[in-house]
Protein backbone atom coordinates (compact mmCIF):
# COMPACT_ATOMS: atom_id res chain seq x y z
CA UNK A 1 0.00 0.00 0.00
CA UNK A 2 0.81 3.89 -0.66
CA UNK A 3 -0.16 6.68 0.88
CA UNK A 4 0.70 9.83 -1.46
CA UNK A 5 -0.24 13.27 -0.01
CA UNK A 6 0.08 15.52 -3.17
CA UNK A 7 -0.05 19.03 -2.52
CA UNK A 8 -1.26 18.93 0.93
CA UNK A 9 -2.65 22.12 2.84
CA UNK A 10 -4.67 22.25 6.26
CA UNK A 11 -5.29 25.14 8.42
CA UNK A 12 -7.89 24.98 10.73
CA UNK A 13 -10.15 27.94 9.94
CA UNK A 14 -10.20 30.97 7.51
CA UNK A 15 -8.57 32.87 9.51
CA UNK A 16 -5.82 30.76 11.18
CA UNK A 17 -2.48 30.19 9.47
CA UNK A 18 -1.43 27.33 7.27
CA UNK A 19 -0.81 24.55 9.92
CA UNK A 20 0.21 22.12 6.42
CA UNK A 21 1.54 23.68 3.24
CA UNK A 22 2.01 22.59 0.56
CA UNK A 23 3.37 19.20 1.30
CA UNK A 24 3.71 16.12 -1.21
CA UNK A 25 5.23 13.27 0.07
CA UNK A 26 4.80 9.37 -0.43
CA UNK A 27 4.35 6.56 2.54
CA UNK A 28 5.19 3.09 1.38
CA UNK A 29 4.78 -0.06 3.48
CA UNK A 30 8.00 -2.10 4.19
CA UNK A 31 9.16 0.95 5.52
CA UNK A 32 9.17 2.90 9.49
CA UNK A 33 8.50 6.68 8.98
CA UNK A 34 9.44 8.49 12.08
CA UNK A 35 7.69 12.05 11.98
CA UNK A 36 9.02 14.54 14.32
CA UNK A 37 8.85 17.94 15.11
CA UNK A 38 7.90 20.86 17.42
CA UNK A 39 4.93 20.67 19.14
CA UNK A 40 2.31 22.65 17.00
CA UNK A 41 4.15 21.81 13.81
CA UNK A 42 0.63 19.38 12.53
CA UNK A 43 1.96 16.35 13.29
CA UNK A 44 -1.06 14.56 14.90
CA UNK A 45 -2.98 16.79 12.49
CA UNK A 46 -1.38 14.92 9.50
CA UNK A 47 -2.04 11.90 10.84
CA UNK A 48 -6.08 12.99 11.43
CA UNK A 49 -5.98 13.83 7.66
CA UNK A 50 -4.80 10.69 6.48
CA UNK A 51 -7.42 8.77 8.65
CA UNK A 52 -10.42 11.27 7.40
CA UNK A 53 -10.70 12.68 10.67
CA UNK A 54 -10.03 15.99 8.95
CA UNK A 55 -10.44 17.67 5.06
CA UNK A 56 -7.62 18.55 3.95
CA UNK A 57 -7.69 23.03 2.92
CA UNK A 58 -6.45 21.88 -0.66
CA UNK A 59 -4.95 18.94 -1.96
CA UNK A 60 -4.88 15.15 -1.99
CA UNK A 61 -4.31 12.14 -0.42
CA UNK A 62 -4.36 8.62 -2.46
CA UNK A 63 -4.47 5.36 -1.36
CA UNK A 64 -2.48 4.01 -4.09
CA UNK A 65 -4.04 4.78 -6.94
CA UNK A 66 -7.31 5.58 -5.05
CA UNK A 67 -8.44 9.38 -4.20
CA UNK A 68 -8.97 9.46 -0.78
CA UNK A 69 -11.96 11.84 -0.53
CA UNK A 70 -13.77 9.18 -2.01
CA UNK A 71 -13.30 7.05 1.03
CA UNK A 72 -15.02 7.58 4.57
CA UNK A 73 -13.25 7.36 7.68
CA UNK A 74 -14.73 4.52 9.00
CA UNK A 75 -13.41 2.98 5.71
CA UNK A 76 -10.28 3.46 5.72
CA UNK A 77 -9.81 2.08 8.99
CA UNK A 78 -9.87 -1.12 7.74
CA UNK A 79 -6.86 -0.19 5.64
CA UNK A 80 -4.95 2.08 8.21
CA UNK A 81 -4.83 1.78 11.91
CA UNK A 82 -4.40 4.81 14.37
CA UNK A 83 -3.07 4.67 18.11
CA UNK A 84 -4.04 7.81 19.87
CA UNK A 85 -1.40 9.53 22.27
CA UNK A 86 -3.78 8.87 24.51
CA UNK A 87 -5.13 4.95 24.65
CA UNK A 88 -7.97 5.84 26.85
CA UNK A 89 -9.61 8.17 24.35
CA UNK A 90 -10.07 4.84 22.10
CA UNK A 91 -11.50 2.76 24.23
CA UNK A 92 -15.13 2.44 25.50
CA UNK A 93 -16.39 -1.03 26.01
CA UNK A 94 -16.90 -2.32 29.01
CA UNK A 95 -15.22 -5.66 29.22
CA UNK A 96 -12.00 -6.19 27.27
CA UNK A 97 -13.57 -9.25 24.96
CA UNK A 98 -16.47 -6.51 24.13
CA UNK A 99 -13.89 -3.47 23.14
CA UNK A 100 -12.68 -6.36 20.45
CA UNK A 101 -15.95 -8.14 19.55
CA UNK A 102 -17.51 -4.99 19.65
CA UNK A 103 -17.18 -3.73 15.92
CA UNK A 104 -17.69 -7.07 14.03
CA UNK A 105 -20.66 -8.16 16.42
CA UNK A 106 -22.28 -4.60 15.15
CA UNK A 107 -21.46 -5.24 11.60
CA UNK A 108 -22.14 -9.08 11.91
CA UNK A 109 -18.91 -10.02 11.12
CA UNK A 110 -18.34 -12.18 14.36
CA UNK A 111 -17.81 -15.10 13.39
CA UNK A 112 -16.45 -18.38 14.44
CA UNK A 113 -12.68 -17.44 12.62
CA UNK A 114 -13.00 -13.91 13.76
CA UNK A 115 -13.48 -15.37 17.54
CA UNK A 116 -10.32 -17.58 16.97
CA UNK A 117 -8.17 -14.13 15.70
CA UNK A 118 -9.27 -12.19 18.70
CA UNK A 119 -8.33 -14.76 21.17
CA UNK A 120 -4.82 -15.07 19.23
CA UNK A 121 -4.58 -11.46 19.20
CA UNK A 122 -5.24 -11.29 23.25
CA UNK A 123 -2.12 -14.10 23.35
CA UNK A 124 -0.46 -12.10 21.27
CA UNK A 125 -0.93 -8.57 23.09
CA UNK A 126 -0.63 -10.26 26.70
CA UNK A 127 -4.24 -10.06 27.58
CA UNK A 128 -5.31 -13.98 28.19
CA UNK A 129 -7.26 -13.46 31.49
CA UNK A 130 -7.97 -10.33 31.52
CA UNK A 131 -11.21 -10.61 29.09
CA UNK A 132 -13.76 -9.79 31.78
CA UNK A 133 -11.38 -6.59 32.95
CA UNK A 134 -12.66 -2.71 32.65
CA UNK A 135 -10.83 -1.59 30.36
CA UNK A 136 -10.22 1.88 31.55
CA UNK A 137 -9.27 0.62 34.85
CA UNK A 138 -6.14 -1.14 33.58
CA UNK A 139 -2.56 0.02 33.80
CA UNK A 140 -1.22 2.63 30.87
CA UNK A 141 0.83 0.07 29.01
CA UNK A 142 -2.49 -2.49 29.25
CA UNK A 143 -4.30 -0.09 28.21
CA UNK A 144 -1.85 0.61 24.83
CA UNK A 145 -1.40 -3.16 24.23
CA UNK A 146 -5.27 -3.27 23.99
CA UNK A 147 -5.44 -0.59 21.69
CA UNK A 148 -3.00 -2.25 19.69
CA UNK A 149 -5.01 -5.12 19.83
CA UNK A 150 -8.27 -3.67 18.61
CA UNK A 151 -6.51 -2.16 15.38
CA UNK A 152 -4.54 -5.22 14.63
CA UNK A 153 -7.99 -7.02 14.85
CA UNK A 154 -8.98 -5.86 11.05
CA UNK A 155 -5.72 -7.10 9.17
CA UNK A 156 -4.70 -3.08 8.52
CA UNK A 157 -1.40 -2.64 5.70
CA UNK A 158 -0.68 0.77 7.38
CA UNK A 159 -0.19 1.67 11.29
CA UNK A 160 0.12 5.58 12.29
CA UNK A 161 1.60 5.67 16.07
CA UNK A 162 0.79 9.23 17.88
CA UNK A 163 3.89 9.23 20.73
CA UNK A 164 3.59 5.71 21.43
CA UNK A 165 5.94 5.42 24.10
CA UNK A 166 4.33 8.76 26.11
CA UNK A 167 2.53 6.73 28.72
CA UNK A 168 4.64 3.34 29.02
CA UNK A 169 7.63 2.17 31.09
CA UNK A 170 10.88 0.71 29.72
CA UNK A 171 9.26 -3.09 29.32
CA UNK A 172 6.43 -1.47 27.82
CA UNK A 173 8.48 0.36 25.09
CA UNK A 174 10.55 -2.55 24.16
CA UNK A 175 7.63 -4.68 23.39
CA UNK A 176 6.02 -1.68 20.87
CA UNK A 177 9.19 -1.64 19.29
CA UNK A 178 9.39 -4.96 18.68
CA UNK A 179 5.30 -4.87 17.46
CA UNK A 180 6.27 -2.29 14.91
CA UNK A 181 9.69 -3.75 13.84
CA UNK A 182 7.76 -7.11 13.18
CA UNK A 183 4.80 -5.24 11.82
CA UNK A 184 6.64 -3.63 9.24
CA UNK A 185 8.75 -6.93 8.73
CA UNK A 186 6.17 -8.66 7.76
CA UNK A 187 5.19 -6.64 4.80
CA UNK A 188 3.24 -3.18 6.88
CA UNK A 189 4.46 0.73 7.07
CA UNK A 190 3.62 2.24 10.45
CA UNK A 191 4.63 6.46 10.75
CA UNK A 192 5.67 6.46 14.00
CA UNK A 193 5.09 10.25 15.81
CA UNK A 194 7.61 10.55 18.90
CA UNK A 195 9.68 12.76 20.33
CA UNK A 196 11.73 9.96 22.31
CA UNK A 197 15.07 9.37 19.90
CA UNK A 198 16.39 6.54 21.85
CA UNK A 199 12.77 4.33 21.17
CA UNK A 200 12.94 5.81 17.32
CA UNK A 201 17.25 4.58 17.30
CA UNK A 202 15.31 0.60 17.77
CA UNK A 203 13.23 0.94 14.91
CA UNK A 204 14.83 -1.01 11.76
CA UNK A 205 14.70 0.49 8.24
CA UNK A 206 13.53 4.07 9.58
CA UNK A 207 12.91 6.70 7.79
CA UNK A 208 13.22 10.15 9.59
CA UNK A 209 11.05 12.97 9.10
CA UNK A 210 10.64 16.53 10.37
CA UNK A 211 7.81 18.73 10.02
CA UNK A 212 8.38 22.39 10.01
CA UNK A 213 6.89 25.05 8.18
CA UNK A 214 4.29 23.17 7.01
CA UNK A 215 6.63 21.06 4.81
CA UNK A 216 7.77 17.89 5.70
CA UNK A 217 11.60 17.28 5.41
CA UNK A 218 13.45 13.96 4.92
CA UNK A 219 16.14 14.07 7.71
CA UNK A 220 19.39 12.14 6.50
CA UNK A 221 20.85 9.76 8.89
CA UNK B 1 -17.45 47.96 23.56
CA UNK B 2 -16.70 44.31 24.20
CA UNK B 3 -14.34 45.19 26.86
CA UNK B 4 -15.67 48.45 28.40
CA UNK B 5 -19.22 47.04 29.35
CA UNK B 6 -19.26 45.54 32.31
CA UNK B 7 -20.39 41.78 33.04
CA UNK B 8 -23.09 42.75 35.66
CA UNK B 9 -24.57 44.70 32.32
CA UNK B 10 -24.42 41.45 30.34
CA UNK B 11 -25.58 39.33 32.75
CA UNK B 12 -28.49 41.81 33.52
CA UNK B 13 -29.14 41.28 29.31
CA UNK B 14 -29.18 37.70 29.72
CA UNK B 15 -32.03 38.02 32.93
CA UNK B 16 -34.05 40.61 31.18
CA UNK B 17 -34.08 38.94 27.43
CA UNK B 18 -35.07 35.22 29.11
CA UNK B 19 -37.19 36.81 31.35
CA UNK B 20 -39.21 38.33 28.52
CA UNK B 21 -38.67 35.44 26.26
CA UNK B 22 -40.80 32.98 28.84
CA UNK B 23 -43.68 35.73 29.83
CA UNK B 24 -44.45 36.46 26.40
CA UNK B 25 -47.10 34.88 24.43
CA UNK B 26 -47.19 36.93 21.13
CA UNK B 27 -44.82 36.22 17.79
CA UNK B 28 -44.28 39.57 16.81
CA UNK B 29 -43.23 40.62 20.45
CA UNK B 30 -40.95 37.74 20.57
CA UNK B 31 -39.29 38.58 17.40
CA UNK B 32 -38.68 41.86 18.56
CA UNK B 33 -37.01 40.55 21.62
CA UNK B 34 -34.85 38.35 19.62
CA UNK B 35 -33.71 40.61 17.38
CA UNK B 36 -33.28 43.00 20.15
CA UNK B 37 -31.27 39.81 21.53
CA UNK B 38 -29.48 39.56 18.06
CA UNK B 39 -28.68 43.04 18.29
CA UNK B 40 -26.63 43.24 21.71
CA UNK B 41 -24.56 40.40 20.28
CA UNK B 42 -23.72 42.10 17.29
CA UNK B 43 -22.78 45.13 19.47
CA UNK B 44 -20.86 42.98 21.51
CA UNK B 45 -19.21 40.98 18.65
CA UNK B 46 -20.30 37.69 19.67
CA UNK B 47 -19.49 35.76 16.77
CA UNK B 48 -23.38 34.59 16.30
CA UNK B 49 -22.34 32.64 12.71
CA UNK B 50 -19.87 30.39 14.36
CA UNK B 51 -22.06 30.12 17.45
CA UNK B 52 -24.99 29.13 15.29
CA UNK B 53 -22.80 26.43 13.14
CA UNK B 54 -21.18 24.90 16.84
CA UNK B 55 -25.43 24.57 17.89
CA UNK B 56 -26.60 23.17 14.50
CA UNK B 57 -27.56 19.40 15.96
CA UNK B 58 -29.00 21.04 18.69
CA UNK B 59 -31.04 23.66 16.87
CA UNK B 60 -31.99 21.32 14.25
CA UNK B 61 -33.27 19.28 17.32
CA UNK B 62 -35.31 22.78 18.27
CA UNK B 63 -36.70 22.57 14.44
CA UNK B 64 -37.73 18.93 14.66
CA UNK B 65 -39.61 19.48 18.14
CA UNK B 66 -41.30 23.00 16.57
CA UNK B 67 -42.70 20.41 13.54
CA UNK B 68 -43.63 18.06 15.69
CA UNK B 69 -45.70 20.11 18.07
CA UNK B 70 -47.24 22.24 14.77
CA UNK B 71 -48.61 19.16 13.41
CA UNK B 72 -50.02 17.82 17.04
CA UNK B 73 -51.72 20.59 18.41
CA UNK B 74 -54.90 21.69 16.84
CA UNK B 75 -57.31 24.35 17.01
CA UNK B 76 -57.96 27.73 15.31
CA UNK B 77 -58.31 28.16 11.40
CA UNK B 78 -57.46 24.94 9.63
CA UNK B 79 -54.58 25.68 7.49
CA UNK B 80 -53.68 22.61 5.79
CA UNK B 81 -56.34 20.12 5.74
CA UNK B 82 -55.70 16.06 4.68
CA UNK B 83 -59.46 14.88 4.07
CA UNK B 84 -61.78 15.69 6.81
CA UNK B 85 -58.72 15.99 9.57
CA UNK B 86 -56.17 19.42 9.70
CA UNK B 87 -52.88 18.65 8.86
CA UNK B 88 -51.85 22.24 10.33
CA UNK B 89 -54.07 24.64 12.03
CA UNK B 90 -53.64 28.18 13.15
CA UNK B 91 -52.93 27.39 16.90
CA UNK B 92 -50.23 24.60 15.64
CA UNK B 93 -48.39 27.48 13.89
CA UNK B 94 -48.45 30.04 16.36
CA UNK B 95 -47.53 27.25 19.50
CA UNK B 96 -44.67 26.13 17.15
CA UNK B 97 -43.10 29.47 16.69
CA UNK B 98 -43.39 30.89 20.05
CA UNK B 99 -41.53 27.68 21.10
CA UNK B 100 -38.97 28.09 18.37
CA UNK B 101 -38.66 32.24 19.19
CA UNK B 102 -38.68 31.23 22.68
CA UNK B 103 -35.52 28.91 22.60
CA UNK B 104 -34.04 31.21 20.23
CA UNK B 105 -34.09 34.09 22.98
CA UNK B 106 -32.78 31.94 25.25
CA UNK B 107 -29.80 30.70 23.00
CA UNK B 108 -29.30 33.98 22.05
CA UNK B 109 -29.27 35.77 25.07
CA UNK B 110 -26.44 32.74 26.49
CA UNK B 111 -24.56 33.96 23.78
CA UNK B 112 -24.05 37.36 25.19
CA UNK B 113 -22.20 35.27 28.24
CA UNK B 114 -19.70 34.66 25.48
CA UNK B 115 -18.75 37.94 25.25
CA UNK B 116 -16.75 37.97 28.53
CA UNK B 117 -14.35 35.56 29.65
CA UNK B 118 -14.63 33.42 32.63
CA UNK B 119 -12.31 35.67 34.89
CA UNK B 120 -14.60 39.09 34.42
CA UNK B 121 -17.96 36.86 34.70
CA UNK B 122 -16.97 35.67 38.39
CA UNK B 123 -15.88 39.22 39.28
CA UNK B 124 -19.04 40.32 38.29
CA UNK B 125 -21.23 37.65 39.83
CA UNK B 126 -18.86 38.34 43.23
CA UNK B 127 -20.07 42.32 42.53
CA UNK B 128 -23.59 40.57 43.10
CA UNK B 129 -22.82 39.17 46.07
CA UNK B 130 -22.65 35.53 45.36
CA UNK B 131 -20.14 33.25 47.17
CA UNK B 132 -16.97 32.99 45.71
CA UNK B 133 -17.70 28.83 45.40
CA UNK B 134 -20.43 29.67 43.79
CA UNK B 135 -19.80 32.08 41.26
CA UNK B 136 -16.41 30.02 40.15
CA UNK B 137 -18.83 26.85 40.04
CA UNK B 138 -21.11 28.94 37.30
CA UNK B 139 -17.74 29.68 35.37
CA UNK B 140 -16.58 26.48 35.89
CA UNK B 141 -19.35 24.80 34.25
CA UNK B 142 -19.84 27.05 31.63
CA UNK B 143 -15.95 25.89 30.68
CA UNK B 144 -17.42 22.32 30.49
CA UNK B 145 -19.78 22.48 27.73
CA UNK B 146 -16.90 22.73 24.64
CA UNK B 147 -15.14 20.05 27.01
CA UNK B 148 -17.54 17.98 26.86
CA UNK B 149 -18.29 17.99 23.44
CA UNK B 150 -15.01 17.71 22.48
CA UNK B 151 -14.77 14.64 24.08
CA UNK B 152 -17.61 13.04 22.92
CA UNK B 153 -16.01 14.35 19.05
CA UNK B 154 -12.76 12.33 20.06
CA UNK B 155 -14.56 9.35 20.41
CA UNK B 156 -16.94 9.12 17.67
CA UNK B 157 -13.39 9.51 16.07
CA UNK B 158 -12.56 6.92 18.12
CA UNK B 159 -15.53 4.79 16.64
CA UNK B 160 -14.85 5.48 13.31
CA UNK B 161 -11.34 4.45 13.76
CA UNK B 162 -12.23 0.79 14.30
CA UNK B 163 -13.82 0.77 11.08
CA UNK B 164 -17.48 1.38 11.67
CA UNK B 165 -19.21 3.85 9.46
CA UNK B 166 -21.51 5.67 11.98
CA UNK B 167 -23.74 7.93 8.93
CA UNK B 168 -24.60 4.34 7.24
CA UNK B 169 -25.63 2.86 10.29
CA UNK B 170 -29.17 1.77 10.74
CA UNK B 171 -31.25 4.07 13.58
CA UNK B 172 -31.14 1.18 16.28
CA UNK B 173 -27.23 0.65 15.48
CA UNK B 174 -26.46 4.08 15.78
CA UNK B 175 -27.93 4.15 18.89
CA UNK B 176 -26.07 1.40 20.29
CA UNK B 177 -23.07 3.08 19.34
CA UNK B 178 -24.22 6.53 20.85
CA UNK B 179 -24.79 5.07 24.30
CA UNK B 180 -21.68 2.88 24.26
CA UNK B 181 -20.16 5.79 24.60
CA UNK B 182 -22.18 7.94 26.86
CA UNK B 183 -20.06 6.12 29.76
CA UNK B 184 -16.78 6.70 28.86
CA UNK B 185 -17.54 10.11 27.94
CA UNK B 186 -19.18 11.06 31.09
CA UNK B 187 -16.40 9.05 33.17
CA UNK B 188 -13.83 11.36 31.25
CA UNK B 189 -15.40 14.60 32.21
CA UNK B 190 -15.54 13.40 35.93
CA UNK B 191 -11.86 12.44 35.54
CA UNK B 192 -10.73 15.77 34.10
CA UNK B 193 -12.97 17.61 37.04
CA UNK B 194 -11.09 15.59 39.56
CA UNK B 195 -7.55 16.57 37.90
CA UNK B 196 -8.83 19.87 37.88
CA UNK B 197 -9.87 19.73 41.92
CA UNK B 198 -6.65 18.82 42.59
CA UNK B 199 -5.01 21.33 40.47
CA UNK B 200 -7.06 24.00 42.27
CA UNK B 201 -6.28 22.51 45.86
CA UNK B 202 -2.28 22.43 44.81
CA UNK B 203 -3.11 26.04 44.15
CA UNK B 204 -4.54 27.09 47.01
CA UNK B 205 -8.31 27.28 46.14
CA UNK B 206 -10.47 28.19 49.68
CA UNK B 207 -6.89 28.64 51.63
CA UNK B 208 -7.71 31.89 52.71
CA UNK B 209 -11.52 32.97 53.20
CA UNK B 210 -10.91 36.84 52.13
CA UNK B 211 -10.06 37.11 48.93
CA UNK B 212 -8.88 40.33 47.09
CA UNK B 213 -9.10 41.03 43.26
CA UNK B 214 -6.14 42.03 41.47
CA UNK B 215 -8.51 44.40 38.76
CA UNK B 216 -11.94 45.70 40.51
CA UNK B 217 -14.87 45.77 38.17
CA UNK B 218 -15.99 49.38 38.24
CA UNK B 219 -19.59 50.86 36.63
CA UNK B 220 -19.28 53.41 34.55
CA UNK B 221 -21.51 55.79 33.28
CA UNK B 222 -21.95 53.95 30.19
CA UNK B 223 -22.45 51.01 32.08
CA UNK B 224 -25.37 52.85 34.49
CA UNK B 225 -26.86 54.47 30.87
CA UNK B 226 -27.20 50.70 29.52
CA UNK B 227 -28.95 49.82 32.56
CA UNK B 228 -31.26 52.06 32.83
CA UNK B 229 -31.94 51.70 28.74
CA UNK B 230 -32.29 47.92 29.44
CA UNK B 231 -34.43 48.01 32.56
CA UNK B 232 -37.06 50.94 30.62
CA UNK B 233 -37.23 49.14 27.25
CA UNK B 234 -37.94 45.76 29.32
CA UNK B 235 -40.27 47.91 31.59
CA UNK B 236 -42.10 48.98 28.31
CA UNK B 237 -42.11 45.68 26.90
CA UNK B 238 -43.77 43.95 30.03
CA UNK B 239 -46.63 46.71 29.89
CA UNK B 240 -47.15 46.47 26.34
CA UNK B 241 -47.67 42.65 26.56
CA UNK B 242 -49.76 43.53 30.09
CA UNK B 243 -52.11 46.07 27.94
CA UNK B 244 -52.63 43.50 24.76
CA UNK B 245 -53.10 40.51 27.17
CA UNK B 246 -50.33 38.60 25.84
CA UNK B 247 -48.26 38.18 28.92
CA UNK B 248 -48.01 34.25 30.08
CA UNK B 249 -50.08 33.79 33.88
CA UNK B 250 -49.12 31.58 36.32
Redesign the interface.
Known amino acids: MQIKLSNLSFKYNKKAPFVLNNVSYTFNTGSIYALQGKNGAGKTTLG?LI???LKPTKGEIYFDDTNAIKI????R??SI??L?QNP???????TVLEELT??FE??KELTDEKKNEISTLLEKFHLAGFEKRFP?AMSGGEKQRLALA??MS?NVDFLILDEPTSSIDSKGQSFITSFINDFVGAGGGAIVISHNDEFLSNLQNVTNLNLDGGTIYEKKN | MKKRIDPRVKLLFIILLTTLAVLAKDVIYMSIILVVGIVINLCLKTDILYAIKRLRHFLSILIFIAIVQSLSIKGGRVLIPIGNTALLSTKGLQFSLEFLLRMSIIVVSGLIATSTDGREMIDGLLKLHMPYELAFMTSISLRFIPVFSEEFKTRLNAISMRGIDIKKLSLPKKIRVYAYLISPTISGCIMRSEVLAKSMQVRGFRAHPKRTMLRELKMGILDYTLVLISLLIAAAFLAGMYKHGILVTF
Not at chain 1, 88 to 94: I, M, V
Open positions: KLGLSAGKADGYFDLQLFASFPLKLTIR
